[in-house]
């Protein structure tokens, strides 16, 4: 965590947010025109002009030599200094709406602060070399700020974005709707890009021949170095041919069903243009619109919706994806000197764009799952009418009729089981091996069961002793007396003369 004061840090933000990616652009172009002056052997006469129109020129403003318009810029640079005002943007945005509307301040101030330096430093090197014009002012702070405040705009949105469409009455699916229209133009650009590097591989003869027109190797790096830089511009063409539209580059017009020849300029990259007569393939083509149709369509079937509110989502989707591939269109066409003017037709892309992204994405939202079933409420069920019958009434308005009821007779009392019988379950006790005595009468050795009966008689007298742990009594079985338990009984029984002697506790 940095420990300087907050005001500092805010301070420092600001600046960075302010001139970092316009300082970065313009060091890198600074390196690159002193490096073509050294290499050309040239005197540093008009550098910095040079260098301020290139800066310039990064931010999409056309620039005049010799009475020749340039207003097909490269994409590349264009799109990279968007990201790099986003990320900053975002980068120094917090959750205050007076800090943020600082950054949002500084992102677009300081840009235009260095418009007005370089066509302040364009005009004066005009004055001497007369080959250079001063660009329109308006156009040129115009784009400069279009530019940054599409970059602060994508970083401010990327951090409070969600938090403000929350407090506001819009719908919460439109994140959802922004994220699918994005997919949708990755995918479209991304594709055709490599549509476009398969067309390359096939015209290479045609590239190679490109590269040969100039012997040094410098040059050669130079025309690949500007082949990288207007790549996104074919690709933007490749796009338009891909949705039914059409690209030209002067006179020259390419799209799926024909091709009408006519001058290109000697760049490699446009080498990957077909050629007429047109071949069947280019017509399949279009299953790069329809892919790229599926693609936004996925997306927005995430998160299912009701089926109006899941129409909303595509419909909004489609029209923002049509709107940018409609901006980088502009963005990426424009006049070429005497090549005329080059670019895409605006008045068929953006709606093709649209047709495909609506219809397949719609489709591809009905067939994923993206809309929520409609739950049909039951409708209620009337209650049917109390129907009152007349023998009802009158079995109701007479005397109740009272019957006696008779009770079924108690149960027997059953006698309790003899303890001496043995449950049933128990084996029978062991017979005894041997002959039985004879003289051996049953009745004069009777024993009681001492688990059941607290009574134990004397086989060898006769004389029935009572169990200690069941019963408090024991009679002596030598004179015939009881004699009480001391531990359960008051009293003992003396066994010398049958008195009774009182214990301690009484």
């Known amino acids: 965590m940095s420990t300087r004061p907050v005001g500092t840090r805010q301070a420092r933000d600001l600046l960075r947010v302010a001139f970092g990616p316009s ?136 951090r409070v974005g969600r938090r403000l469409l929350s407090a506001s009455p819009l719908p919460g ?96 990259v446009l080498a990957a243009v077909p050629t007429p007569p047109l071949g069947p393939v280019w017509v399949a083509l279009m299953i790069i619109a329809a892919v790229s149709a599926v693609a936004l369509g996925q997306q927005c079937a995430r998160h299912p919706l009701p089926m109006p509110a899941a129409l909303a989502k595509v419909l909004t989707a489609a029209a923002a994806a049509a ?43 009905a067939m994923s799952g993206g809309i929520t079933p409609r739950v049909r409420k039951p409708k209620p069920v009337p209650e049917p009418a109390a129907v009152v019958d007349d023998a009802v009434i009158e079995t109701a308005d007479a005397e109740p009729h009272t019957e006696e009821i008779a009770l079924e007779a108690p149960p027997r009392d059953r006698p309790d089981p003899d303890p001496r ?20 009468d049953p009745e004069d050795h009777f024993v009681v069961d001492e688990q059941t009966s607290p009574f134990v008689e004397d086989e060898e007298n006769g004389h029935f002793v009572e169990d200690e742990e069941n019963g408090p009594f024991v009679e002596d079985e030598e004179n015939g007396h009881f004699v009480e338990d001391e531990e359960n009984g008051l009293s003992v029984v003396d066994d010398d003369s049958g008195g009774k002697r009182e214990q301690g506790d009484h």
């Open 323 to 365: 709107g940018a591939m409609a901006l980088l269109g502009h963005a990426g066409g424009g006049p070429l000197g005497n090549f005329g003017n080059v670019g895409v037709d605006q008045a068929t892309f953006a709606p093709a764009v649209f047709l495909w992204f609506f219809g397949i994405g719609a489709l591809t939202v």
């Open 173 to 268: 699916w439109l994140p959802d709707a922004f994220r699918a229209a994005a997919a949708g133009v990755l995918a479209l650009m991304g594709l055709s890009g490599a549509v476009v590097a398969g067309s390359l591989v096939v015209h290479w003869s045609t590239m190679h021949d490109l590269f040969s027109i100039t012997d040094s190797m410098f040059g050669q790096l130079s025309l690949t170095v500007l082949s990288v830089l207007y790549l996104p511009n074919v690709m933007v063409g490749a796009s338009a041919v891909a949705v039914g539209s059409s690209a030209h580059i002067g006179l020259a017009t390419f799209s799926s069903f024909t091709v009408f020849g006519g001058d290109i300029p000697a760049l490699p």
């Open 23 to 158: 300082l970065v652009a313009l060091v890198i172009i600074a390196a690159v025109v002193l490096l073509q002056l050294l290499i050309a052997n040239s005197d540093m006469t008009g550098a910095f002009g040079a260098i301020a129109s290139m800066w310039l020129g990064v931010h999409l403003v056309p620039v005049s030599i010799g009475g020749s318009a340039l207003g097909v810029m490269p994409l590349l640079p264009v799109l990279v200094m968007i990201y790099g005002t986003a990320r900053t943007t975002a980068a120094a945005t917090s959750s205050s709406w007076f800090v943020t509307r600082w950054v949002v301040a500084s992102a677009l101030g300081g840009p235009v602060l260095i418009a007005a330096i370089c066509l302040a430093v364009i005009h004066d090197a005009a004055s001497v070399l007369t080959q250079l014009q001063t660009p329109d002012a308006l156009h040129a702070f115009g784009y400069v700020f279009t530019v940054h405040a599409i970059g602060a705009v994508l970083g401010v949105g990327s």
């Open 421 to 440: 019988i043995e449950p049933a379950g128990e084996p029978a006790p062991p017979v005894p091996d041997g002959p039985i005595d004879a003289d051996l």
